[in-house]
């Protein structure tokens, strides 16, 4: 899928081209020049058409996985400006991070990407609406990071709110194994989605820096980027707040299965001890003595096993009034 866009009147215009990529392009954009043209899993055929028409030659491989900055974020010497950045997908089942490619070459910022991304379609819909909200391709660019930062910072906001109600759940009088289970599943889902919105928000600010540092923005963008940055480093102190409350509250949810489990404990623990002494009454007159007057009576038998209630008994009812069997 390839998307072109262009300035008119300050605002975006553009979207997919289908079928004769030049002819939908001239009807689209007519004698604007793009400033942004988004590729999602770009065909063969579009990619040899972007080479064409703008001299821009995309590898196969340009949307990697490497770590190292040198590898993610560099410029050619023909004036080609590569970044790889992170983005997230708060998706319900199985949140990710996935990566995307910029090339910012002859004033026309190139995204490649792999899946639809929720940040791409909320700047489309606000540089359509807004106007002079872009000015150029390096605007683009920049606009995307501060909508990556929005986006994750209204999912850290779904994030606390999840939590308090996990905490309603936790604190309560009393936490059953089953709901731990419930409650821990809970718990772990959003720390994991905190740890990747920590990882995006960290990715951006090194494409961010390395901005900067290249000196490709003006003053007015350079000011910008640095009031997202300012964003993200509120954003990571707000990560680590969720991070504690993550940890407090899975300790507290493991220190209610412990409690349940020392209760089913405490229970044979009781019982062991209440048969200690019907099971010693027991091995007593189970001996083969010659002498054991009991034996011999009619009522020995009976005796025995009055006995060996009591016995029974008289611990259950000490232990009961102590209260350790509540």
Not at 7 to 21: A, F, P
Request: hydrophobic share 45%; aromatic share 10%.
């Amino acid at each position: 899928m390839l998307n072109m866009f262009c300035l008119e009147n300050g605002r975006l215009k553009g979207g997919q081209l289908q079928q004769d990529l030049i002819g939908a392009a001239e009807q689209m954009l007519g004698a604007l020049p793009p400033v942004w043209v988004d590729l999602e899993s770009p065909t063969a055929e579009e990619k040899l058409w972007i080479q064409e028409r703008f001299g821009l030659s995309i590898p196969d491989d340009v949307v990697d996985e490497d770590l190292e900055e040198s590898a993610r974020f560099y410029e050619e010497d023909n004036g080609e400006l590569h970044l790889r950045t992170d983005f997230l997908i708060d998706d319900e089942e199985a949140p990710v991070n996935v990566r995307v490619a910029f090339i910012l070459y002859n004033n026309v910022l190139f995204s490649i990407r792999n899946v639809d991304i929720p940040v791409f379609r909320l700047l489309r819909l606000r540089a359509r609406r807004i106007p002079a909200l872009i000015e150029d391709a390096k605007d683009v660019l920049l606009k995307l990071y501060d909508a990556d930062a929005e986006y994750s910072a209204d999912v850290l906001e779904g994030i606390y709110d999840q939590l308090e109600q996990v905490s309603a759940r936790v604190l309560k009088s009393e936490v059953n194994d089953t709901e731990a289970g419930e409650v821990l599943a809970a718990i772990a889902r959003e720390e994991d989605l905190n740890s990747r919105i920590r990882r995006n928000v960290m990715d951006t600010r090194r494409a961010l820096s390395f901005m900067m540092r290249s000196r490709m923005l003006n003053a007015e963008q350079f000011e910008e980027a640095r009031q997202i940055l300012r964003d993200i480093d509120s954003l990571d102190s707000h990560t680590e707040f969720l991070f504690d409350k993550i940890n407090f509250l899975m300790d507290a949810t493991v220190g209610f299965i412990n409690i349940n489990q020392n209760k089913i404990i405490k229970i044979f623990s009781v019982a062991s001890v209440a048969l200690l002494p019907p099971t010693l009454i027991a091995s007593i007159y189970g001996m083969n003595f010659k002498f054991m007057p009991e034996l011999d009576q009619p009522w020995g038998y009976p005796f025995a096993l009055g006995l060996m209630l009591a016995s029974v008994a008289a611990p259950f009812i000490y232990f009961r009034r102590k209260g350790w069997l509540r």
